[in-house]
């Protein structure tokens, strides 16, 4: 079964951080550029940020730039994402998802289905 298993979500006051997982069950993440994406309730689902198949190249958001980090481990067949400085905005479902190529203008593979995702909740 291809899927990807997202984790690592939950319940954080502002200013404070999480640290996301995105698992490949059943396939290798070889040769695929990989993306975050998110959806809050009422608004269309947004990239987050992407990294390269090698990960060599990463693109970010301008609203998560310079707090997020996205990295990958291709022999544990991961991707996280690394939520600093956690702002109330950040609130959403998270989730990972095969991208045709990661740049400015990334997007999810059309193919492809999504997983669950993990509930990201930033909250005083």
Do not use: H
Not at 110 to 124: E, K, M, N, R
């Amino acid at each position: 079964q291809r899927q990807f298993r997202e984790a690592g979500g939950g319940l954080m006051q502002p200013g404070g951080s999480l640290r996301l997982s995105c698992y490949a069950s059943g396939f290798t993440l070889d040769y695929k550029d990989i993306g975050w994406f998110r959806q809050a309730p009422g608004k269309e689902r947004e990239g987050v940020s992407c990294i390269s198949s090698s990960g060599g190249s990463t693109n970010y958001a301008d609203s998560v730039k310079g707090r997020f980090t996205i990295s990958r481990d291709n022999a544990k067949r991961t991707v996280y994402l690394q939520m600093n400085s956690l702002k109330p905005e950040d609130t959403a479902v998270y989730y990972c998802q095969r991208v045709p190529v990661c740049d400015s203008n990334f997007y999810a593979n059309p193919l492809d289905y999504w997983g669950q995702g993990t509930q990201v909740t930033v909250s005083s």
